[in-house]
Structure formats: structure tokens, C-alpha cells
């Protein structure tokens, strides 16, 4: 056996003996979060086996007059509004150059793809026959000029571009250094596409709706869904990252560079003040509408209300508060503000998709408590996933050698 040859087994030899180590936990097992998220994941386990052996019907209340429920609604159609926070800060990195957001970049990919490919998972849960997901792709049964036609190969080709935009860390991780080479020159290609494909779908996903005309109230229904989906992806994946910032120092501390530690509170200001701006034309957009749309008459009773406290309470008021936490350098306040942000964001998605829709029906979709576990289940191990990959990979540090 040559030299060469000797020296790959060897080091093939010293990568598997690596991911084995690395398989290993790290840290305190009995701890809070794991002691609670552990036996929700094992119900959620059983009860997805349940659904795929005796059908929708065992585990769901879904039926022929509403076909989603919070799989879709909550996993899918707010989840990908959650992951918002990749485009726009790949896009401020690497095409406008405010390299202030560089040490996020990561992090804010990551969260992305874990996104798209657990809420994906989700999909397929909630699908009557999930084995012809495939069908909207190749446009059988829908055609290719059907929306959902894009819908699907927006979310397909954005799953594969953030994994590439994401895949130098994995390379650093291995210290594969010819292909971390290689993958750093897709970057940028990587990131201009994923931008792209992220507008397309984003505002694809709320183009969806504009089909259900007759199901969705007056209130949440408008020629203008795709561009409200666009502009909340925006505030919600900054609103995210915000959040991010907050949890990830205190629990991640040893991950991070000690010359990063004081920007991230540094970032947070200037994220705000994005997430201000994004909601202000959101709020912007909807008044207008209502206006236009003349749906004073809409107000008496409790959709009208519950409108109110959408835009007024989780919109308006988070906006301001993100304004004067700027204003006054108060983190206490963006936080808070952003916490808001993501709940009227998840309300309004719920609204659209769910809650609001087919609004006069006597009988109305509840969903059941099998459903509710499983759309915490999903949550829940895209959160393990994400821990083991900041544990291990070079997403909030520089790898050794790699600066």
C-alpha cells in the first residue's frame, strides 16, 4: 500500500472516530428544557405513527370544509414567515456590504434551513396522501401555471440554497478545506438566488389564499395578500433574529468570539430599527385597504374586535415601541417589541389560513390536542437540531484556522 494511500485511510479513519466523538451530548442532560421537550417529542412521535396507520381522521379534526388546520397554518404558513430573517440579512452582508451583521449570518441561515425542512416534515403530515407531494413539482393534477406549482419550487430550490449558503460552516466543521474553498465561491450566487426565491415565495405563499375569496373574511381578505405576506416576512425574521440575540448569548456563551459578545446587543438597535420600518409600511398597507375597502361596517362585532387587536395591538404598538427603543437605546423594550412582533405575525397567518377562514361555518375547525403536540413537536426538535448544530459547528465563532 503506498504512502499516499495510507495517509487517506488514516485520516478517513480519524474523521469517523471525529463524528463519533462529536455524536457524544455535550453538557448537562436533566435539564429543564430537555426534562419537558423530551416526553412531548415521544407523544408526538406515537401520534404521528397513529396518523399515517389510520389516517387524518384518528388524530385530526379536519374534514372536506377545512382541509388545513395548524400543521399548515402554524408549522408551515407562520414558521416560513419566521425564517424571513435569512434573506434580509444575507442580503444587508453580502450584497450591501454592512458587514456590522457578519456574525449572524450564520445563525440566521441555519435557523432558515431548519425552518424550511422541518415545516416541510409538517406539510407531509397534514397531506390526505402524502406520497404525491410531489405532484404540484411536476405539475401533475395542477398544471404549471398554478400557483402552488411555484410555491412548490420556491420552497424546494430555497431548502437547497440555504443549505449551500450554510454548508462553508459544515466544511470548517470537518475541516474539509478543499471544499469549503469551493463552497465559499458559491456564496454569493447562493445568497442573490436566495433572495430572489425568498421574495418569490414569501409573497407566493399569501397568493395561495387569493383563491379562497368566498372562505376568508372580509377583514383578512385582499388583492394585496402576497404583498402583506412579503413585507411581514421582513419585521418577523428580523423580530426573530432580535430574539435570537437575546437567548443565544446566555446560552450559548462559550460559542461566541469574546470580539462579538459586545456587538450583538449593538446589532439588536440596528434590527429595530428595520423591523420599525417594515411595520410601519405594513400598517400602512392595511390601513389603506380598510379604507378602501370600506369595512367600517365590520367593526361591531367580534371579528372586528379581534381585527383591532391584530393590527392595532400587535402591529402598531410593537412598531412604536420598536421606534422608542431605538430612540432610548432600551433593549427591554425592543425585546418585549418583538416578542409582539411574532405574535401578530403568527396571528395574522392564523387568521388567513385558519381562524378566519370559512369564518361562517356553525360547525368550526378546532383542532385537537393530538394536533396541538405534534405542531409542538416539530418546534421542538428543529430546536434539539439547532442546539447540536451551534454546539459543534462554527456558527457563532470563528473556526481555527479558518478567520
Known amino acids: 500500500m503506498s504512502a499516499s494511500t495510507t495517509g487517506m485511510t488514516s485520516q478517513t479513519q480519524s474523521r469517523f472516530r471525529f463524528l463519533l466523538e462529536e455524536l457524544k451530548p455535550k453538557g448537562k442532560l436533566l435539564t429543564p428544557f430537555n ?63 454592512v458587514e456590522r451583521y457578519h456574525p449572524i449570518v450564520r445563525i440566521t441561515v441555519l435557523n432558515a434551513f431548519l425552518s424550511y425542512t422541518f415545516y416541510a416534515g409538517a406539510l407531509i403530515l397534514e397531506l390526505g396522501r402524502p406520497w404525491k407531494i410531489f405532484n404540484p413539482m411536476i405539475g401533475n393534477d395542477f398544471g404549471y401555471n398554478s400557483v402552488l406549482f411555484l410555491v412548490a419550487w420556491h420552497f424546494m430550490l430555497y431548502m ?99 470580539t462579538h459578545r459586545v456587538s450583538f446587543e449593538e446589532m439588536i438597535f440596528g434590527l429595530a430599527k428595520g423591523a420599525a420600518i417594515a411595520m410601519f409600511v405594513y400598517y400602512f398597507f392595511q390601513a389603506t385597504l380598510f379604507i378602501h375597502e370600506k369595512h367600517w361596517d365590520l367593526m361591531g362585532d367580534f371579528w372586528g374586535y379581534w381585527y383591532l387587536l391584530e393590527v392595532l395591538g400587535l402591529v402598531l404598538v410593537p412598531c412604536f415601541m420598536f421606534a422608542r427603543g431605538v430612540r432610548h437605546q432600551d433593549l427591554g423594550i425592543i425585546r418585549t417589541a418583538s416578542v409582539l412582533a411574532l405574535l401578530g405575525v403568527m396571528l395574522n397567518r392564523l387568521n388567513v389560513s385558519v381562524i378566519a377562514f370559512n369564518w361562517f361555518s356553525v360547525d368550526h375547525y378546532v383542532p385537537t390536542w393530538q394536533e396541538v403536540v405534534v405542531a409542538v413537536s416539530v418546534v421542538l426538535v428543529q430546536i434539539w437540531v439547532f442546539r447540536w448544530v451551534i454546539l459543534r459547528m462554527p456558527v457563532l465563532r470563528e473556526a481555527p484556522g479558518y478567520a
Not at 415521544?42 to 388546520?69: C, K, P
Not at 376568508?216 to 402576497?226: A, D, G, K, S
Open 35 to 97: 426534562i419537558i421537550s423530551f416526553p412531548v417529542m415521544l407523544v408526538g412521535a406515537v401520534i404521528v405513527i397513529v396518523r399515517f396507520v389510520e389516517g387524518l381522521e384518528s388524530v385530526t379534526n379536519l374534514d372536506q370544509h377545512f382541509a388545513w388546520g395548524i400543521w399548515k397554518g402554524f408549522n408551515v404558513v407562520t414558521g416560513v414567515a419566521f425564517a424571513g430573517g435569512a434573506y434580509v440579512i444575507t442580503f444587508a452582508v453580502y450584497v450591501m456590504n
Open 160 to 258: 437547497i440554497t440555504a443549505f449551500i449558503e450554510f454548508s462553508p460552516a459544515v466544511a470548517e466543521w470537518l475541516d474539509l478545506r478543499r471544499v469549503r474553498r469551493v463552497l465559499k465561491t458559491l456564496t454569493i450566487g447562493a445568497v442573490i438566488f436566495g433572495v430572489t426565491l425568498s421574495m418569490l415565495h414569501q409573497s407566493g405563499l399569501g397568493a395561495l389564499f387569493l383563491m379562497a375569496k368566498s372562505k376568508i373574511h372580509p377583514l383578512w381578505y385582499n388583492e394585496f395578500i402576497p404583498i402583506l405576506f412579503f413585507v411581514s416576512s421582513i419585521f418577523a425574521g428580523l423580530s426573530m433574529i432580535i430574539v435570537q440575540a437575546t437567548i443565544c448569548p446566555r446560552l450559548f456563551n462559550s460559542q461566541i468570539d469574546a
